[in-house]
């Protein structure tokens, strides 16, 4: 483990945030498997990162109720319903859009149920590759703002101002003209309840 992480996870447990490092995706799946008993309901975020752990489909192989708002065939209000109870889960799956070496964690958020997960549920795991790490907290909103949601509004074909060209325009992101997909933002700065709030760091890139 070099320096930078190190100094990553000490400013973690500095903020009450306890963090584990793991070399890959598969030793990351086995960790959250440990973290998570089977007798504990589940719900996540939609995340490129837990989608290359295909952590979702081994819970539910493996018994946990996961509250799965993307199954194929449901309506929107059941999706809906399920973001819903996903956010009020025994434990709260989810990736960060940008980590800040200092220690801040950044999320942003369209309709706020991932919001509403991570800063309430009674346990969080958030995992993260090391591609999301960023010199100051400056440098991770930058990285959401200008990395990370530019292409996941491509990916979901989602009419932000910078589904075209990547570039942010924040000040006229608006509606009816755009659909604006970072609404919300979440920034953790520490936590309060010792054990609740998780970090899996991951030694390769994933996600956005
Ligand atoms: S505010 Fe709009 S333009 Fe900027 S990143 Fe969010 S969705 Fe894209």
Redesign the pocket.
């Known amino acids: 483990m070099d320096k930078k992480i190190k100094d990553l996870i000490a400013a973690w447990q500095k903020r009450n945030i306890h963090a584990v490092y793991c070399q890959d995706r598969e030793e990351a799946a086995r960790k959250i498997l440990e973290f998570v008993p089977q007798s504990l309901s589940v719900g996540f975020s939609g995340s490129m990162t837990l989608g290359e752990l295909e952590i979702v489909e081994r819970l539910k192989e493996r018994g946990n109720k996961v509250f799965d708002p993307y199954l194929a065939g449901i309506s929107r209000d059941e999706s809906l319903n399920l973001r819903k109870l996903g956010s009020q889960a025994d434990v709260y799956l989810a990736s960060a859009n940008a980590l800040s070496q200092t220690g801040e964690l950044v999320f942003?958020s369209g309709y706020g149920n991932r919001i509403a997960g991570i800063a309430y549920a009674p346990k969080v795991i958030v995992t993260c590759g090391i591609n999301k790490i960023t010199p100051n907290l400056d440098a991770a909103l930058k990285r959401?703002?200008?990395h990370a949601?530019?292409l996941n509004?491509k990916r979901l074909n989602?009419a932000?101002?910078?589904?075209k060209d990547s570039?942010?325009?924040?000040e006229v992101?608006l509606f009816p003209e755009?659909k604006?997909?970072?609404c919300q933002i979440l920034i953790i700065e520490a936590e309060v309840t010792p054990d609740r709030l998780k970090v899996i760091l991951v030694g390769e890139s994933l996600g956005y």
């Open positions: 942003f959401a703002r200008e949601t530019p509004c989602w932000g101002a910078c589904l570039v942010c325009r924040k992101c755009y604006r997909m970072c």
